[in-house]
């Protein structure tokens, strides 16, 4: 069986939020929040937080997490994520759950390693679910995805697609991701591509390079912080 991996990218200056990883939630780090739903997922063999920032890496170390230390040179998890998986050699899998997701699923975790091990034409796999809203639909902070007939993504946008009919169901993206170790080094050497940059959406870049991104689809999505 593939061994998998997941790296949680951490940072420290988000711009709507400074401090984020560490802000309490409930009496716990929303970090701590992350690694510890990860935890339970039992297809992971290993859980790593990759951060640039000592003081999160020392609190992190502190409540027993693994740790890597990375650039500060990065303009994304995905690259963030990328340094680390270099060096782990001994993982075909590679998780990247963003440290923002305290609700994640473990079971949408171990879904993503069971399809990356059966479905050997898949090189990525993510999440996405009915809007419970369908007026949330509208915002372009809420991304969306479309499918075709087999669940592999068609295209992912800040627009709402398809155009809404009687009874078409928009999907809303969750920014959770499965990538094949090869394909994750692949990836963040490609140059950002001409979609994604008119989105402003990375995984774009991954669709315009001929990436097969096989989507889970999921009765709910777990809420992000983006701000206070």
């Known amino acids: 069986m593939s061994k998998s991996l997941i790296i949680i990218p951490a940072r420290w200056d988000s711009t709507r939020f400074p401090g984020k990883p560490l802000h309490v939630i409930a009496g716990k780090p929303l970090l701590r929040r992350v690694w510890e739903r990860c935890q339970r997922a039992h297809k992971v ?36 994520i990328a340094e680390v998986a270099k060096r782990a050699k001994n993982f075909s ?11 994640i699923d473990p079971r949408l975790l171990d879904r993503i390693v069971v399809t990356l091990e059966k479905k050997s034409g898949i090189e990525m796999v993510t999440a996405a679910h009915p809007f419970r809203k369908p007026a949330d639909a509208l915002s372009p902070h809420q991304v969306k995805v479309v499918t075709d007939l087999k669940g592999n993504a068609l295209y992912f946008s800040r627009a709402p697609i398809p155009f809404r009919k009687t009874g078409t169901e928009i999907l809303r993206h969750q920014g959770v991701y499965g990538f094949r170790r090869d394909t994750l080094l692949r990836f963040v050497k490609w140059k ?6 008119a989105e402003s959406l990375e995984q774009l870049r991954a669709l315009e390079n001929g990436v ?12 992000g912080v983006d701000t206070p």
């Open 93 to 103: 899998i590679v998780i990247n759950v963003q440290g923002d997701e305290p609700l």
């Open 192 to 197: 950002p591509t001409p979609l994604e940059r």
């Open 212 to 223: 097969k991104v096989h989507v889970l689809i999921t009765k709910h999505g777990s809420p």
């Open 45 to 80: 063999d290993r859980i790593i937080i990759a951060t640039d920032n000592m003081r999160i890496a020392q609190t992190a170390f502190d409540w027993g997490a693994e740790v890597s230390l990375t650039s500060i040179n990065h303009q994304s998890g995905t690259d963030r």
